[in-house]
């Protein structure tokens, strides 16, 4: 996952404090605009890929992000247990 698109969903998910639908609207859309920049990147020439398609890009994206909150989740839960 590209760096930046990584940071700004965990910003705004923390940001947001979503109930679990949006958690899913949140997942959506980074992973869409994820995906978006991606195509960017492929059509200006950043990338060339060698049997990999572009919308092979949405579930890893997803499942990436999602991991990315289970993590999250669980660090913050360790560090308040362990400030207190």
């Known amino acids: 996952m590209y760096l930046p698109f990584g ?35 492929v059509k200006v020439g950043v990338f060339h890929y060698t049997g990999w398609k572009i919308y092979y890009s949405l579930p890893v994206y997803i499942t990436v992000q999602s991991l990315y909150i289970i993590l999250f989740e669980r660090m913050k839960r360790e560090y308040i247990c362990t400030k207190r």
């Open 7 to 41: 940071y700004l969903f965990l910003y705004v998910y923390d940001w947001f404090r979503p109930k679990p639908f949006g958690t899913v609207a949140i997942l959506t859309v980074t992973s869409l605009l994820a995906v978006l920049f991606e195509w960017v990147t």
